[in-house]
Nanobody, 122 residues
Framework: QVHLVESGGGLVQPGGSLRLSCAAS????????MGWYRQAPGKQRELVAF??????????DSVKGRFTISRDSSESTKYTVDLQMNDLKPEDTAVYYC?????????????WGQGTQVTVSS
């Protein structure tokens, strides 16, 4: 089991910046990727960015050049994944969810955080 806790959402004006953080605990050695998804009202949840273990990050086209994902897996009891969001636009407004994908032998699992609201508005 992996437990994810997000922080850092809020209200920001267009063009502003926010940084989201997610702390993971539990069976960390089963984690293969960590990342961020978002869900706007009336829309499906969509991938924002993710970062596999020991690999380069991947971004949705809509956030390339504006968002940066980073991971820290140096601690044995806690992993973190952050999302630096710059030049925010109203269309970035959504609930943002931290995500971890784990594998154990042939079993795969998705774990989600509780979500944090990001609102971009003047």
């Amino acid at each position: 089991q992996v437990h994810l806790v997000e922080s850092g959402g809020g209200l920001v004006q267009p063009g502003g910046s926010l940084r989201l953080s997610c702390a993971a605990s539990g069976t960390l050695n089963t984690i293969r990727t960590m990342g961020w998804y978002r869900q706007a009202p009336g829309k499906q949840r969509e991938l924002v960015a993710f970062m596999p273990n020991n690999a380069s990050p991947k971004y949705a086209d809509s956030v390339k050049g504006r968002f940066t994902i980073s991971r820290d897996s140096s601690e044995s009891t806690k992993y973190t994944v952050d999302l630096q969001m710059n030049d925010l636009k109203p269309e970035d407004t959504a609930v943002y969810y931290c995500h971890a994908w784990t594998t154990v032998l042939h079993d795969e699992h998705d774990f989600w955080g509780q979500g944090t609201q990001v609102t971009v508005s003047s």
